[in-house]
């Protein structure tokens, strides 16, 4: 096996207000990040005057039951044998939604934010970037 350059890691990564793709967080100011796009390569200075930042880590997907986190639903994408979809085609992206997460509230999660969970997931099978579930600070240690 090849180790492929990887050095983009997942709890890096946010998405941006109003900016398409994903981000990855390069350093903090007190007035924004610097954050190089996945999409472009390129790394800019992004307001948070101007925009919302959402780390992937703490994205949760609602689900018929208890809501997950993103990284679950990418696993599952990552593990399945069907093909993505195109990324216009709601009906189709929901066809596949409903064969690799059927749990996925379709009352609540909206077709835009499906739609992004496979432009998102295509960027993080582009740059060969790991989804990882966040450790849990409560784990109570319920078993």
Not at 50 to 79: C, D, G, P
Request: glycine share 4%.
């Amino acid at each position: 096996m090849s180790q492929i350059e990887c050095d983009m890691e997942y709890s890096k990564l946010m998405s941006v207000s109003g900016l398409p793709g994903l981000f990855e967080m390069i350093g903090s100011k007190n007035d924004g990040a610097i954050a190089r796009s996945l999409v472009d390569d390129q790394t800019r200075f992004i307001s948070s005057r101007q925009h919302q930042f959402s780390h992937l880590e703490s994205i949760e997907v609602y689900t018929t039951h208890e809501n997950v986190n993103l990284a679950e639903v990418f696993i599952a994408m990552k593990n399945s044998s069907e093909a993505l979809p195109n990324e216009k085609d709601d009906k189709a992206i929901k066809a596949y939604f409903q064969k690799t997460f059927p749990k996925i509230d379709f009352d609540r999660v909206y077709a835009s934010d499906l739609r992004k969970m496979i432009k998102w997931y295509a960027l993080l099978d582009r740059h060969q970037i790991e989804p990882v579930l966040p450790s849990s600070d409560e784990d109570n240690g319920g078993e």
